[in-house]
């Protein structure tokens, strides 16, 4: 029903990829006639912060929960900041801010059951926050004290996975476990444009139709493989691909908290009916570089950056609340002072994380142990040991 | 019902019909498993006697299969994966070091990776190519892995038992050119350790470790050697990673000499990793360089010519001779 919205229909005509052929120039024409970004998709909240109707999807949420929703992507840009600030300070050695994905992952991140399971990429950072995990959690991968570390049966929320895709056939299993088990939760797997192009994510995809798996994929397309633009990766709208798959894709805008929770929250739904796998892809935009150590400036323009600001997930929603009423001065107030402390939460603790004990690095190689790894251990052991003299030559 | 001659194949099935009736979460998947009963009829009759659920064909991709099963141990089941063939296991090697591996490392021991997986390994039956190589030592090199390699149909039995008990990830290489071989099966006896290497012959002369297809080799081998009255000691190894250097280590001090066989390619193979660990260890007990025959650094030649690349009881007793003229 989704790939067939009338949304979508328009996307496909509209796919400059497949119009090439009529005309260099007239396709390039028309990509400057319309800036990347207005795609038809669904949308409840446009950039101007007015409140739309789709005729798929509808949220009706309470004055609260719209600043649950608020609140949860303040907190989320102002951990992120954080982060980013610590590595310039050399407390992190690296972050991958989620700057301008708020909406994305707060939206689908937010239509998730405690029961649910989530896989996420290394920027998840909002959907973390969503599932209960604390944000200094996140960052001992980036200091480098830890691969990640939190128990991910804690908040079912899946270790951060670094090479790109590989989670979501992880995902698929878990979903098909879940069916095996007969219950009614779901899974959502994230991952990105760049990873799209990956086999396991389309093995994934083989996978979960095949089996009916409840799972949903959530792309997040926000435009940049590190500097490699979307064209790099597909020539169809990436939510087109799921129907070659045998299941439902629909394309949201990604900047709209609103639009991506009602759309997440329908297609876990569908998952939990035992309908099986949809793929949602959240039109958005990284606005921050890849990571920390990455350049944008070397492959794209200040212009195409500044356009997606105007289209900024935190200040559409804090005009609508605005206009509507939903929230005064003193949310607003109160709400920059609970920033302030979050920050000051995140210094603090990451600045005390500790550097594990040298010999941590045999821990946790094998459950049931291994002759090797005791060896070696031993031996390490013996050689640190023999500078405890204080005669280190 | 408790000791019964099977072939390797079958002394394997009984195993997985056992993991299967005895743990609700043991489930079998790869391609043909099914209905087939998988190309070497190993999961014969399992899909029939516990149903599609627990015995799941899968789609075609290596990758998938081993991806999904790393989900599914998340979930609390225990995958046993199969992968057809040895050249087949290339597309999910990714999964295996990248992710199965490491996952353990990687959440601090908060969660478990108990996969088996399954690998037909080595060649001496005649295939086209991808169908005959023995990788063993690609996974050896990778902490987090566990790999073991049965050589005969009580090993077969009781080591897939321990692979699938185990906590930890097995990749469980099967010598598939002994699948038909037979051998005593005593279901009621309780096994040594996964682990742990077992004299297979014993002997004072010299000392040869195999694993796999190349024990039976090997003991052809010390058969003719004491014809000529040469006393040659055999070493199954059994498992590759954990590596049970003490029982070699307790032979070689006894013998003073030491070849160790395998089909792999030599170079950077399993036996160099053994011969540098037993100079190490046994240096002033050694009467001769520790020697090593295997495969050559070719690709695994077409089946006509599999015969001159493979070790054989030629070229065992060749490396025997060299050692012992030291």
Redesign the interface.
Known sequence: MTVESTAARKTTRRSSGAKRTTGASAGAKKADQAPAGEPELVQLLTPEGERVQHPDYDIDLSAEELRGLYRDMVLTRRFDAEATALQRQGELGLWASLLGQEAAQIGSGRALRDDDYVFPTYREHGVAWCRGVDPTNLLGMFRGVNHGGWDPNSNNFHLYTIVLGSQTLHATGYAMGIAKDGADSAVLAYFGDGASSQGDVNESFVFSAVYNAPVVFFCQNNQWAISEPIEKQTRVPLYQRARGFGFPGVRVDGNDVLACLAVTRSALERARRGEGPTLVEAFTYRMAAHTTSDDPTRYRRDAEREAWEAKDPIQRLRTYMENEGHADAAFFEELEAESENLGKHVREVVRAMPVPEHMAIFDHTYADGHALVDEERAEFAAYQASFANGEAE | MAVQKLPLAKALNESLRKALETDPKV?VMGLDVGKLGGVFRITDGLQKDFGE?RVID??L?E??I????????????RPVVEIQFDGFVF?AY??IV??LA????????????PVVIRIPYGGGIGAVEHHSESPESLFAHV??L?VVTPANSSDAYWMLQQAIQ???PVIFFEPKRRYWDKGEVDTEAIPGEL?KARVAREGTDLTLVAYGPMVKTCLEAATAAAEEGKSIEVVDLRSV?????DTIQTSVEKTGRLVVVHEAPVFFGSGAEIAARITERCFYHLEAPVLRVGGYHAPYPPARLEEEYLPGLDRVLDAVDRSLAY
Request: net charge positive.
């Open positions: 489930v659920d899968t789609p991709a990758s998938g081993v991806g999904t099963a790393i989900g599914l141990a998340l979930r609390g089941y597309p990714d999964q990248t992710q490491k996952m353990r490392a990687r959440s601090l021991g908060t969660v478990k990776m902490a987090g566990k185990s906590d930890d682990h990673s954990p590596l049970d250097f």
